[in-house]
């Protein structure tokens, strides 16, 4: 399809339970890249995949967040015992190539209560 | 390190006023600019994207500029209209990584 498609749009996790979000790119498009947006604007960058190996994961705090992209399913985020500070939304883009426009999805709203 | 500026923060005016955004970088080395607007609770559209080697770019009544070695580029919105009330941001892609820093965006209301 011509859309990223992220789900769940909202999900709310106790402090401590894990939490896994989904994005499924753009056919056809090599990249997928995962950010964090907290406090309205501020976009931290976590993880990028070119299909499915790990292209980029500076951004990634180790200890709790894993993410995968693997051959004809959703990549995924997965968080490991919550924290309120992981509240947040995580978008997913899925660029065609480095150099092409990034299209992102609509987001996946994280509580964490 | 990359940072990314917008001003203003908030903009509000009339509707039919053309108006400008600006984005600044600290860092000229970049791969190249992404402007995108954000609806609230929304996602990121992507407006325009601007390549280093490019100077402006439009789409319709949008108007994007790039003086990369001032560190800066500008949204140009003509006859602004109360459905580009947003909030817009810009966004960096730096050439030794591929990742997005953005701005922390401008919010727009254009006023009916």
């Known amino acids: 399809g011509e859309e990223v498609a992220q789900t769940p749009k909202h999900l709310v996790r106790g402090e401590g339970q894990k939490a896994k979000l989904y994005c499924a790119p753009i056919k056809g498009h090599s990249y997928v890249f995962w950010y964090q947006q907290v406090l309205k604007n501020e976009f931290k960058f976590l993880i990028s995949?070119?299909?499915?190996?790990?292209?980029?994961e500076t951004g990634m705090p180790k200890e709790r967040f894993s993410a995968k992209c693997l051959p004809n399913s959703p990549c995924s985020l997965e968080i490991q015992a919550t924290k309120l500070e992981d509240s947040a939304v995580y978008f997913c883009?899925?660029?065609?190539?480095?150099?092409?426009?990034?299209?992102f999805g609509q987001g996946t709203r994280l509580t964490v209560v | 390190k990359q940072e990314v500026t917008q001003i203003p923060a908030a903009l509000s005016v009339p509707e039919g006023e053309n108006l400008v955004l600006n984005c600044s970088f600290t860092d000229s080395a970049i791969y190249n600019l992404q402007w995108f607007r954000q609806d609230p609770g929304k996602g990121l559209t992507s407006l325009l994207l601007i390549q280093s080697s490019q100077r402006e770019q439009t789409s319709g009544r949008l108007n994007a500029s790039l003086d990369k070695s001032s560190g800066r580029s500008t949204l140009y919105i003509a006859a602004s209209q109360p459905g580009d009330s947003a909030t817009y941001l810009c966004a960096v892609k730096r050439d030794s990584s591929y990742k997005l820093i953005f701005g922390s965006g401008t919010r727009l209301l254009v006023r009916p």
């Open positions: 995949f070119q299909n499915e190996n790990v292209f980029d």
């Open positions: 883009a899925s660029p065609k190539d480095l150099n092409t426009e990034a299209f």
